[in-house]
């Protein structure tokens, strides 16, 4: 979505929120590689990219999963 | 329940609490279960360096520092969970706490997993050394189910 429909179309600016703060946040989201933005015309239009926090999540359900694992060894030594 | 920075277990171990108190702070005990040799004892303060026996990850550093341990109630270490790129050197980055809690439970034991910290960790990385490793794991896992259904 672009910045200008982005304030033009929703409460954003309602709330106060300026065009240069949403502009701001968006970067901050880029840094951390969880927004991309590609030109379209005048306008930059930006893109929620979930990737990472796909992989972040996957990788907690992998050490959660581990401990299941570990845990169930726990139980079979304590009650032998 | 899981959220985004922390792991929380409970298991029901029916057994008493001193006997699951020695299988958490003896680290030769622990270590028959978690799958870990150490040849030091554990206590706190102490910073352990341990050889991996699961197959498939035997090459892997596996060190850990202990925090707290309170007899029959609480014990606690911090470690670098998935570190599983062995030409990677994970000590500059924030470690996770470990914390083993014991209740009674009319059954037995009730134990309380938690795993905290996981925010400052670049986890997305972490999740390609593991595909790196995948067969590995893999093959971890089938050795568990072996272990599991043997002793049935």
């Known amino acids: 979505m672009s910045i200008s429909r982005l304030t033009r179309d929703t409460s954003v600016t ?3 929120v300026t065009r240069q703060a949403v502009t701001k ?11 991309r933005s590609s030109r379209l015309g005048r306008e930059s239009v930006w893109e929620f990219q979930s990737a990472p926090l796909d992989a972040a999540r996957k990788c907690l359900d992998g050490i959660s999963a581990q401990w299941d694992a570990a845990l169930d060894r726990l139980k079979i030594f304590v009650e032998d | 329940m899981d959220s985004p920075g922390r792991i929380e277990k409970h298991i029901l171990l029916r057994a008493p609490r001193a006997r699951v108190w020695t299988a958490l ?7 028959q279960w978690f799958g870990v040799i150490f040849s030091e004892p554990f206590a706190p303060g102490a910073r352990l360096r341990g ?6 990850y035997e090459h892997l550093p596996f060190e850990i520092t202990i925090e707290q341990m309170e007899p029959e109630r609480l014990f606690s270490w911090r470690w670098h969970p998935y570190a599983l790129d062995p030409k990677i050197d994970y000590s500059p980055e924030p470690a996770t706490l470990v914390v083993f809690e014991l209740a009674d439970a009319p059954e037995g034991t009730l134990l309380t997993v938690v795993e905290s910290g996981f925010e400052g960790i670049p986890l997305a990385r972490r999740l390609d050394a593991y595909r790196g490793n995948e067969r590995g794991w893999t093959q971890q896992m089938t050795a568990i189910e072996k272990y599991v259904s043997q002793t049935a």
């Open chain 1, 14 to 16: 309602h709330h106060g």
């Open chain 1, 25 to 35: 946040h968006l970067h901050v989201l880029a840094h951390a590689g969880l927004a």
């Open chain 2, 25 to 31: 702070a003896d680290s030769q005990k622990f270590g």
């Open chain 2, 51 to 56: 050889k991996v026996t699961h197959p498939g």
